[in-house]
């Protein structure tokens, strides 16, 4: 058995773990469907450029002029981003997990994920992300994205602790070796029920 003593902080993606993906293939799927847009040519302008965008280097309205409009359309800029946010759903089981252990144990919790801004802070105010997380080390804020190792660099040196007593959890397992790479405890994430065990494993138990 582990103990919880050992682990003073927890690393965590959104995206797969406390949220569903937002913009992801299946929700560009689902738009070239609904705005009758070329899926083929919708993906490859997708990625040319959703990596400069989650790095914080473009707003929202430059991805879609890039995207999507960069020809005139019969839907406007705005339809189309209250579609983009509406495909995020919340993964209550994980949030009310995380938010118990936050409540028991007092461990520090930050988010360490790869969005661009206008989304990021939508998912993270609409689904109350904000109340339990500590600190977010988002590629849009920081400028780097998984799998730069840098970003986990950041977030160990702003929750200010040694690799060793972080636990990180995401839904790819990339990104865990990276930071496992690091020093720092990983898990990928696959279903609720693992995660629970889990982290009751490293002595985080909770009803």
Not at 85 to 104: A, D, G, N
Not at 176 to 189: D, K, R
Request: aromatic share 12%; proline share 3%.
């Amino acid at each position: 058995m582990q103990q919880n003593k050992q682990i003073t902080t927890l690393f965590l993606d959104i995206g797969g773990v406390l949220l569903s993906n937002g913009w992801d293939r299946a929700a560009r799927r689902e738009a070239a469907t609904r705005f009758s847009l070329e899926l083929p040519e919708l993906e490859e302008r997708h990625h040319l450029t959703f990596d400069t965008y989650e790095e914080g280097k473009l707003t929202l309205d430059e991805y879609l002029k890039r995207t999507v409009f960069y020809e005139p359309r019969n839907f406007t800029e705005d339809e189309f981003k209250m579609f983009m946010y509406s495909r995020t759903t919340p993964i209550p089981e994980m949030i009310e997990l995380v938010c118990k252990i936050k409540e028991k144990y007092g461990v520090k919790i930050a988010i360490v994920n790869n969005e661009g801004r206008e989304l990021n802070e939508y998912r993270i105010r609409q689904f109350g992300i904000n109340k339990f997380v500590d600190f977010f080390i988002s590629s849009c804020f920081v400028h780097f994205r998984k799998p730069d190792a840098d970003i986990w660099k950041i977030a160990l040196d702003i929750a200010l602790v040694n690799p060793e007593e972080v636990l990180y959890i995401d839904d790819r397992a990339m990104f865990v070796a990276v930071a496992e790479g690091l020093g720092i405890n990983g898990h990928q994430h696959i279903t609720y029920e693992a995660t629970r065990d889990l982290l009751a494993s490293y002595g985080f138990v909770v009803e």
